[in-house]
């Protein structure tokens, strides 16, 4: 059975830093890229960062590029998010989700469609 749990989430003041957690289980993760994503009310999901697993590439959107780290622990099966320097913009929940592939050549984050596993969500919020 796939799962993905996330956590690490909370209420955290402007410039502050919180690390969030995906922990995986059922598959393989060496396979599987990781992907963060991010909802905030009223507004689209959108893509936040991704790490894929042959090339170890990483991905940022722009609004979180030089303020937030992915990374991954295969033997821990386990992905992180560094957030530093957060913005209320950033408030949101969190989701990480799995796709099943282990290349990815495109400019632009891996669209939400190319992930078939995701997890429940964690809360960032993040206010003065």
């Known amino acids: 059975q796939v799962q993905l749990v996330e956590s690490g989430g909370g209420f955290v003041q402007p410039g502050g830093s919180l690390r969030l957690s995906c922990a995986t289980s059922?598959?393989?993760?060496?396979?599987?890229?990781i992907g963060w994503f991010r909802q905030a009310p009223g507004k689209e999901r959108e893509g936040v960062s991704c790490?894929?697993?042959?090339?170890?590439?990483?991905q940022y959107a722009d609004s979180v590029k030089g303020r937030f780290t992915i990374s991954r622990d295969n033997a821990k099966n386990t992905v992180y998010l560094q957030m530093d320097s957060l913005k209320p913009e950033d408030t949101a929940v969190y989701y990480c989700?799995?796709?099943?592939?282990?290349?990815?050549?495109?400019?632009?984050?891996?669209?939400?469609?190319?992930?078939?596993?995701w997890g429940q969500g964690t809360q960032v919020t993040v206010s003065s």
């Open positions: 790490i894929v697993s042959n090339h170890e590439r990483t």
């Open positions: 989700a799995a796709g099943g592939f282990t290349w990815y050549s495109g400019f632009s984050l891996p669209p939400a469609s190319m992930y078939q596993y």
């Open positions: 059922g598959f393989t993760l060496d396979y599987y890229a």
